[in-house]
């Protein structure tokens, strides 16, 4: 009987198909022939590009409405389960959100039909989500998880990967768990390899020309921005603020000074034991506690001057209520800085001679990148870049939902690698098995 090098394979919650593409990477690289058998994925205009790139093919939809017996036979699982539900940036729920009970569609199908392998891939949180004792290694989703994986007989390994050591120039560490049921992979002391936004960047794009950005580049010269956060929500050095560059009106030295000041103070616990409510990141301060920390005589009418040009307003202080922080307008108003998490145009501007940090969907259209003499947004080609994906891959989409696709994607050039060690695990199974024949 002679061997034919092939590997039947599933995509779930394929997203634009990055974890694929770094799987058939690495196939080919071994020289091993690949057929994508089901592709599921519900976001439509993820769809639209799995579509254009993969044309012949039909995209299933939501997984968990597709019964297993409806699955042809595969030799490999791939899945970049949703993560919201164990993310930093969302509510941390983990299995108590329906995002997270996902993970059960992969264990039903794993189970019912019995692949050699398969890669998954979350967010960093994954491994410390609902950590019972802080001595623990893992939390007990990330535990959970790898119990059941091991019950259906897989030899399991998960490790944490920073895309900065594969060759992309983002800071995005994620965390893979592979298995065979031959041996457990390993995922230790992978070549490290560097890069910098340079290497990404294209040329002759143009640059912004829009209002924000030239008051900004009227304060700033491009190089003092590199590495610059601009918004309305952090002190320090790498902050510049809608009144460093009077962006909502003119400000005072005083003004700048005291604004400044209630950025740090309104951080401090103790003005939640005072309103007697639980703590949260930026509380609206009253007159008399400010006269605590700053008094002037003025100090009043700078207050109400602040307000009406927007860079303070005043709220009553939040209770947590559920999941959610509610004004409890039984409590004294107090002075708040006007803040977002996306206050303004610009976000950050990037160094070209540095790396990304990790791009998420709703941060992408706030990141600028030196240009010459200006600065620009990143381009869907070069954000496909910072996540490892060729030049030959189709990405035909507005720029907004494109940026939306990416922040939710994969580092390809990490699944290629990962998935390196662990085919060759499973080619070596078959082969014996063939041998054995």
Known sequence: MQFTKSLKFIDLFAGIGGIRKGFELACTELD?????????????????????????EDVKGDITKIETSEIPDFDFLLGGFPCQAFSAAGKRLGFEDTRGTLF??????????????????????LVNHDKQNPKDKIGKTLSTILEHLALLGYKVTWKVLNAKDFGVPQDRKRIYITGTYSKAPNLENFEIVSSTLSNVLEKGLPVSNSKFV????????????????????????????????????????????????????RRKKKWAQEYGIDWMDGMPLTLNMIKTFYDADNLES?????????????????????NKRVQ?????????????????????????KGIAPTLVAMDMEHLFVGDGDGIRKLSLREGLR???YPDDFKFNVSVQGGYDLLGNTVVVPVIKQVALRVVKIIMEGKNNATECA
């Open 32 to 56: 091993i022939k690949t057929e994508c058998v089901l592709t599921s994925e519900i976001k439509s205009y993820a769809v639209e590009v799995l579509k254009q790139n993969h044309p012949n």
């Open 104 to 125: 059960f569609d992969v264990e039903r199908i794993l189970r019912d039909k019995k692949p050699k392998g398969f890669i998954l891939e979350n967010v960093e949180g």
């Open 214 to 265: 030239n008051l900004v580049l009227s304060n700033y010269s491009v190089e003092q921005l590199y590495g610059m956060s601009i918004k309305d929500k952090r002190g320090g050095k790498n902050n510049i603020h809608s009144w460093d560059i009077d962006y909502k009106g003119k400000t005072t030295k005083q003004e700048k000074e005291f604004l400044n000041l209630l950025l740090k103070e």
């Open 302 to 322: 700078m207050l109400e001057d602040l307000v009406s040009k927007k860079y303070l307003k005043k709220e009553h202080p939040k209770r947590k209520i559920g």
């Open 328 to 352: 409890d307008e039984s409590l004294p108003l107090g002075y708040n800085i006007v803040a977002g998490k996306m206050s303004y145009e610009i976000a950050k501007v990037l160094d070209p």
């Open 386 to 388: 910072l996540f490892g």
